[in-house]
């Protein structure tokens, strides 16, 4: 069904980032809440025809065959922005792992085990659709009381921002090395995304990003001279461990590719046991109940 932005009533904000807001929209004819993603970008300016809101929506769109991918319900142009229309999920990975830290809990490896299964499911389809995210980081990665965790805003940094991330401290931390030289111009491949999970999996499994604290020139330095880092052999199992080392080869061509790693011993192991939804409730809770100011 088509939506036109008069039928949509905001409700609460979301989020915001360094490109815009997301914020809640009820739809009164479908009965629905979507999450709607406004971005400053002037379409009467560029006076392109909505060629690029077609675009745009046709990138977009192949998302909806994939279950571990947010759902694409339309883009739109209203007052001054574009507004991209998804499905709307309860938290987001960084929201959720600063909470279960808050409250003294820990992660559990069924967790990330489901959290790596999805995640590596998204980027196998995307591979498959010959679209690269780019962008892979918690708080890219949302979740619901169902225990369905989804990758939202691939394509989207590729489209309308590409440029600016390049020189945002932010998205530089989950780069990997082949990255980390200025006049990069091959193009971004899968294997970058499954360097950025690696990081983000240190993250979420520890509570602490592994190059936290460390200002721009330092972080480059690191990501390009030093080993890469690894998570504490004494407190995760071997293959939590082997499966982050696996995506944390510094060499492109030797780092596994996602379809390995969606076969991987540390996702296979935990297929038959179901996401512990007890878990997932009590955080999200928290994270609900702590609203944005
Ligand atoms: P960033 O990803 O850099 O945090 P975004 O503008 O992409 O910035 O998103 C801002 C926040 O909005 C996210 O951190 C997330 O908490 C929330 N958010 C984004 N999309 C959704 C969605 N579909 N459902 C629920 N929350 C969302
Ligand atoms: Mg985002």
Not at 14 to 22: A, I, K, R
């Amino acid at each position: 069904f088509l939506i036109k932005y008069d039928d949509l009533a905001k409700q609460n904000l979301l989020g915001s980032g360094q490109f815009g807001t997301v914020t809640k929209m009820f739809h009164k004819e479908s009965n629905m809440n979507f999450a709607a993603k406004a971005i400053n970008y002037d379409l009467t300016r560029d006076n392109q025809d909505n060629h690029y809101l077609m675009d745009l929506k046709a990138s977009l769109k192949f998302a909806n065959q994939c279950q571990h991918l947010i759902r694409f319900y339309g883009a739109l142009n209203a007052e001054g922005y574009i507004w991209i229309l998804t499905e709307i999920m309860d938290a987001s990975m960084d929201r959720f792992y600063q909470k279960v830290f808050k409250k003294n809990l820990q992660m559990t490896e069924l967790f990330l085990s489901k959290l790596a299964c999805s995640v590596m499911g998204a980027l196998v389809f995307m591979k498959q659709s010959d679209v690269m995210h780019r962008d892979i980081k918690p708080s890219n990665i949302l979740l619901n009381y169902k225990g369905e965790i989804k990758v939202c805003d691939f394509s989207i940094s590729g489209f309308v921002v590409d440029s600016v991330c390049r020189s945002v401290l932010g998205c530089r931390k989950y780069m990997p090395p082949e990255k980390m030289q200025p006049n990069q111009s091959k193009g971004y491949n899968s294997k970058t995304d499954v360097w950025s999970f690696g990081i983000s999996l240190i993250e979420i499994a520890t509570g602490i990003h592994p190059f936290e604290g460390l200002n721009d020139l330092q972080l480059i330095q690191t990501i390009f001279y030093d080993p890469p880092p690894k998570l504490d052999e004494t407190k995760f199992s071997p293959d939590l461990c082997r499966f982050v080392d696996k995506c944390l080869i510094k060499m492109p061509d030797d780092r596994s590719t996602c379809e390995s790693l969606s076969e991987n011993e540390f996702i296979r192991k935990f297929s038959n046991t179901p996401i512990d939804l007890g878990f997932i409730k009590t955080i999200i809770d928290e994270v609900v109940n702590d609203p944005l100011e």
